[in-house]
């Protein structure tokens, strides 16, 4: 996203004091709307992680503006990395005009048949009043499926709304690395992820439940998990608290539970490349 900002910083040259949104009501329904089976949904509060939404976007004007950002990560294999297929949502006050005459004036851009812009990278357009699409997929093609909001939806979905950062997955094909490389076994047995990401004191920190096909897989994720988490506080050089990873890592049936683990390095870094 941030071969955007260019595009970004000259709708910010045209837009005044912002004004917040919201999508018809229904985020829920936008989210499940985006959402495919196995990628990985990542949505981002613009007021709570403001810092994040101007890197992506490049002028504080317009990132005043953007009052949430979604994205849609997946790929074909695991880990998840910075190659990932983008489909990008972003809420907010962006007037159509200012849009057609900025992207109208931009060298690499085309205008299609439909109202989107075409560049060499992403596609870009309003899917409605006060939405930004961004693909690097077709255009047309993600903005019909998105248009089409399903019957039903995994209510989970709407955790993502709960956190400045939000992460969802159904049967995911991909993840975020997690302290510990993940066999094929393991990851096709997981069902659902969900997790809420809080950045303090440099760091961040999240709450992460993992529900798996069964309670063996379930088990088997949690010592992985717990061994790698280990290992990363030594690399630092901390305490090892045995007693806090009981309360950290817990097991009910099928689901497990991952409390205010902090995230390494590298789920960080994927996190800001996504953005």
């Known amino acids: 996203m941030r071969r955007l900002s260019f595009v970004f910083l000259f709708l910010g040259l045209l837009v005044g004091c912002a004004t917040r949104t919201s999508l018809a009501g229904r985020p829920e329904a936008l989210l499940a709307s985006l959402y495919q089976e196995g990628s990985v949904l990542v949505s981002v509060d613009a007021d709570e992680e403001s810092d994040l939404i101007l890197a992506a976007v490049g002028d504080e ?7 949430r950002v979604s994205l849609l990560l997946g790929e074909d294999h695991y880990p998840l990395d910075a190659h990932a297929r983008k489909t990008i949502l972003v809420e ?22 439909g109202g989107y812009w075409q560049g060499s990278a992403y596609a870009l357009g309003l899917l ?18 998105i248009r089409n909001v399903p019957v039903a939806w995994d ?3 709407g955790s993502v709304l709960l956190s400045p950062i939000g992460v969802y997955a159904k049967r995911p094909v991909t993840f975020f690395p997690l302290q510990a490389d993940l066999s094929e076994a393991l990851l096709s ?4 992820v969900t997790a809420g990401c809080t950045r303090a004191n440099g760091s961040l920190t999240s709450d992460i439940s993992i529900l798996m096909s069964d309670d063996g897989k379930a088990e088997a994720l949690g010592k992985i998990l717990r061994t790698g988490y280990v290992r990363q506080l030594r690399a630092s050089g901390q305490t090892v608290d045995v007693a806090n990873l009981r309360t950290m890592f817990t097991l009910n049936g099928n689901l497990l539970t991952i409390r205010q683990i902090e995230l390494p390095d590298v789920d960080l870094q994927m996190l800001q490349v996504a953005f």
């Open 61 to 67: 004007r317009l990132a005043r503006r953007v009052t």
């Open 92 to 113: 907010g006050d962006f007037p159509s005009l200012a849009m057609g005459f900025v992207m109208g004036s931009l060298e690499g851009y085309e205008k299609q048949k």
């Open 128 to 145: 409605e009043k006060n939405l930004l699409l961004i693909t690097d997929g077709t255009w047309l093609d993600e903005a019909n499926r």
């Open 155 to 157: 209510p989970l979905i």
């Open 189 to 192: 047995s997981i069902d659902t």
